[in-house]
């Protein structure tokens, strides 16, 4: 336990490096680009990191508000609408002058506007002469497909709908990458788009007028710590000079050489220095994309979340398995505690723990992994130890040793193969789980699954999925192994 606890502690110190700049970016293929286009603009003047795929708003800015990143790119009226909760379109003054109590800022207006929007099919909208949001709200029973934050945000769904009084009800959430593919397939009529997508013209979609001005302007512009210029002088003016290098031409083109033509994000982000034009180049092959450069760093942090947790969960949850079986009074508490825990959804615990932790990343994960671990350990040991045959018992007894060595000399070594499947269990479910991880900043294999799912790229998402699957198969057949080898020494140690 002690190891374990020094591991955590070093875990928890590798974010306070004061002397690298962190950039942060969202889980959408825009966001991700511009990250890259940060990352490269400050190569070489100061240590730079790039915190990918970072999920929803409300994730990233907790990671910027607690310090674990300095500075994303950001766009104005989600600072109005989601973050400051305000209406209209305030100035960049205005939205500096409500950020400052935070300690934050906006600058650096990098050039283009990027606005939410609904879009049809162009067939379909010709058909049924829908060219506004106005028209649209005319038009019930059409199917709708929305991402799960234009659905959440307050300046997406909600406020549109009430707006406009659309008659419709509010769909389940569809990723972004996917709609695309669900609206070309006629699966869905309508969805939300960003209107620098990439995609908008190869689908032929229709991007309907608002036509009562609903959406605000969303100048693309940094969200940044105010210390940022004083503490990185030479990286600020660096980023400074990204102002107005970014029109809404050069980012389509960006956004299509990653989504339409296979470029990863940091090629596409290449292009800002480019004339503009993407060399052709034959689209990676899926075992270039499994054992590409960062397979190695994505398996060291995927292990390292999957067994430091697993580690943790096992100093805790076999001791509180045994308090189960041994304090009958306490059993249904401890089991139901654990039982909860494993309902809450893991998206909503990995936000929790940034708001407690203060931090993003391997932290908040493992804290996470840790818990969501303990439920099978503790179910299993208590039902080990519970289901001991009472002879078993009697017969320790009579041998004249004491509660404790009874315990550990006798019944722990017979409920030892319960306990092992529990062990195996939660390693198993930690696997999974980790992947999840990456959408706070956690690294692992999730890393290149989030990447999938914004690019709507299968070879890259199987390029995270399938190593995962492989590590989960590879712990379970150990674990087998050794409960066969466990029961053959068991064996041999009783005909002895």
């Known amino acids: 336990m002690r190891i374990v606890l020094s591991l955590l502690a070093l ?32 190569e070489g003047k100061v240590p730079v990191e790039h915190r ?102 307050t300046d997406g769904w909600p406020g549109l709908k009430a707006a406009y009084k659309m008659p419709y009800a509010t769909p389940s959430g569809l990723d972004h990458g996917l709609a695309y593919e669900a609206i070309a397939a006629g699966r869905i009529d309508v969805m939300d788009i960003y209107s620098t997508d990439a995609k908008i013209e190869r689908y032929a979609l229709r991007v309907l007028e608002d036509d009562r001005r609903y959406f605000p302007s969303y100048e693309a512009v940094l969200l940044y710590r105010l210390d940022v210029p004083k503490r990185f002088p030479e990286a600020w003016r660096a980023l400074q000079a990204l102002e107005g290098r970014i029109d809404e031409r050069r980012m389509i083109r960006m956004n299509a050489a990653a989504e339409l033509e296979g470029k990863s994000f940091a090629e596409a982000a290449a292009l800002l220095d480019s004339d503009g034009k993407s060399r052709s180049a034959a689209r990676r092959s899926f075992f270039a994309t499994l054992f590409g450069p960062d397979f190695l760093r994505l398996t060291g942090e995927h292990l390292l979340l999957v067994f430091v947790s697993l580690a943790a969960s096992i100093a805790l949850g076999v001791p509180l398995g045994v308090a189960a079986a041994k304090l009958p009074k306490t059993e249904q508490a401890i089991l139901g505690t654990v039982g ?64 404790r060595d009874r315990l550990w000399l006798i019944e722990v070594p017979l409920a030892l193969p319960s306990i092992l499947a529990g062990i195996k269990t939660s390693a198993v479910i930690n696997v999974g789980t980790a992947t999840i991880a990456a959408f706070i900043g956690a690294g692992g294999y999730g890393e290149r699954i989030a990447s999938g799912l914004a690019l709507n790229d299968n070879v890259t998402l199987l390029a995270g999925a399938i190593p995962a699957a492989a590590l989960a198969l590879l712990i379970q057949g150990a674990f087998e192994f050794g409960e066969r080898q466990f029961g053959w020494m068991a064996r041999a140690q009783a005909r002895s």
């Open 340 to 403: 909860v825990i494993q309902t809450i959804p893991s998206l909503a615990l990995f936000a929790f723990l940034i708001a407690l932790t203060g931090t993003i990343g391997t932290w908040p994960a493992l804290i996470a992994l840790f818990l969501y671990a303990l439920l099978p350990i503790v179910r299993n040991t208590c039902t080990g130890l519970t289901g001991i045959v009472r002879g078993m018992r009697q017969a320790a007894m009579a041998l004249g040793l004491e509660p």
């Open 52 to 153: 990918p795929g970072l999920g929803n708003t409300g994730i990233v800015f907790a990671a910027l508000k607690a310090g674990s990143i300095d500075l994303y790119p950001e766009y104005t009226g989600t600072i109005a609408r989601e973050i400051l909760r305000v209406v209209g379109n305030p100035s960049i003054e205005d939205l500096n002058a409500a950020l400052a109590p935070q300690r934050l800022g906006v600058a650096v207006r990098l050039g283009f506007n990027n606005s939410y929007a609904l879009a049809m099919r162009e067939d379909r909208a010709q058909a049924l002469a829908i060219r506004t949001l106005s028209d649209l709200a005319k038009r019930p029973g059409l199917k709708l497909g929305l991402s799960q934050e234009f659905i959440g945000r």
């Open 11 to 42: 875990l928890i110190a590798l974010p306070a490096q004061a002397d690298t700049l962190r950039i942060g970016s969202k889980r959408f293929t825009e966001s991700y680009i511009l990250g890259e286009v940060l990352r490269r603009t400050l």
